[in-house]
């Protein structure tokens, strides 16, 4: 154990050595952090243009669709082209929109609709960076490396995450809301450059199939269509019982995750712990610094641990965490009981991350993570409507159900010897 604990740091930090791994990590890191300027700006700006929220909702909405929409397709294509070269198109794609956004904002000619064609086209471009940034990591840094390196960048991405807005609103503040926009622009230029230096490994070739060959001898190439090889990333996920697992678990997290944690932390801050906005602060920072220590102390573990089991875990973890926040009216306490979920989904998320690129083939790797993002993307929304209505009845309600939800969760995981045996 001593022995373990002695290299957990010198472990953790293994892939920063690496000047491929911090090239990647710093552009992860800038479009992340350019990600959260843009949500600032795209508000902010649409407030000050209208005044209306419902445009905002539209404004916020043209970009969450087509982000949705073509996930699958991004990640189909980042499966068949070079995720590198996509990382940088999108980047500097996103960046070109940005600056075009914060020029007419500065000259005067900036209106609702061209703020919601810009979030309309960035949305999209982002559905082809986000299965690529991860689906890259395999080619960057060796497989004993991969737990390390997911735990720096995702601490990196929290890290971004949390500065993003924050400082997107200074910006704002200190000058006007256009100059966010140029600033982001820039955020993801820089991105677009870090990853065109990166030297990535080459893919493994893939094992060609029958009727391939078969196309071949006969002199005729017929390559699958992008709707067949979408499918094929879809049957593939849902064939094996782990890919399954792991999925339905992420689908249930992200769904107790939205509205758990935005309608039902501002529910208890304001009507069962009456602390306002100074405690939902306190709230959804304990939940990051969780998160953010999770990811480290399993980054710097390390190993190859049952994933399954922790996968298991966590929804049992996260369900016992739900029913605290449920039925205790203790701020200190809930407080607690935050940090503690947090920190158990940045712990599980570093292995079950890893699992993926460990064990899925190249070839279909970043099918599969899109597959994980979409329907990620359709819990959300799914969850607010729910939460927000359970919320009407009580604070008790809202994260009983979602409690529920994630124990049958666990037990269904723990049914699978597959999925019990993971590594």
């Not at 061209?114 to 982002?126: H, R, S």
């Not at 019982?241 to 678990?249: D, S």
Request: charged fraction near 10%; hydrophobic fraction near 55%; include cysteine.
């Amino acid at each position: 154990m001593a022995t373990t604990l002695a290299g957990a740091g010198p472990r953790l930090w293994a892939p920063a050595r690496q000047r491929p791994f911090r090239l990647l990590w710093l552009g992860q890191s800038l479009s992340l952090l350019g990600d959260g300027f843009s949500v600032v700006a795209f508000s902010w700006i649409t407030l000050g243009l209208t005044g209306s929220t419902l445009t905002l909702g539209y404004v916020l909405a043209f970009q969450a669709v087509p982000r949705a929409l073509l996930t699958l397709v991004g990640g189909t294509l980042s499966d068949s082209w070079s995720t590198r070269t996509l990382m940088i198109a999108s980047s500097w794609t996103r960046a070109a929109l940005m600056a075009g956004v914060g020029v007419a904002g500065l000259t005067g000619h900036l209106t609702v609709w061209m703020l919601c064609a810009a979030a309309t086209a960035f949305g999209a471009v982002d559905a082809f960076f986000q299965p690529a940034r991860v689906s890259i990591l395999p080619s960057v840094v060796d497989k004993d490396l991969l737990t390390p390196a997911n735990a720096l960048l995702g601490a990196g991405s929290r890290t971004a995450a949390v500065l993003g807005p924050a400082v997107g609103g200074v910006v704002i503040a200190l000058t006007r809301a256009p100059v966010a926009f140029v600033v982001d622009a820039v955020c993801f230029a820089l991105c677009g450059w870090c990853v065109s230096l990166i030297a990535t490994r080459p893919r493994p070739a893939a094992a060609p199939k029958e009727d391939a060959k078969a196309g071949q001898d006969k002199g005729v190439e017929r390559p699958p269509s992008l709707g067949a090889r979408i499918r094929e990333g879809v049957v593939f996920t849902l064939r094996d019982p782990r890919l399954r697992t792991v999925v339905v678990l992420d689908t249930a997290v992200n769904f107790c995750y939205a509205g758990p944690f935005t309608v039902g932390f501002a529910t208890l801050a304001e009507q069962v712990l009456r602390g306002g906005s100074a405690t939902l602060g306190v709230l959804n920072g304990s939940l990051a610094g969780g998160a953010m220590l999770g990811t480290l102390a399993g980054g710097a573990l390390g190993g190859r641990p049952r994933v399954g089991l922790l996968v298991a875990a966590l929804a049992g973890w996260l369900g016992a965490g739900m029913a605290v926040l449920g039925l205790v009216h203790s701020t200190p306490a809930v407080v607690g009981t935050v940090l503690a979920m947090g920190f158990a989904i940045g712990f599980q998320g570093v292995f079950g991350l890893s699992w993926i690129q460990r064990n899925i083939p190249q070839e279909v790797l970043s099918r599969v993570i899109s597959v994980d993002m979409v329907l990620g993307y359709a819990a959300a929304p799914l969850s607010l409507i729910v939460c927000g209505a359970l919320a009407r009845t009580s604070t008790l309600a809202l994260f009983g159900v979602v409690a529920g939800v994630l124990a049958l969760t666990g037990v269904a995981v723990l049914g699978s010897r597959a999925v019990r045996e993971m590594r």
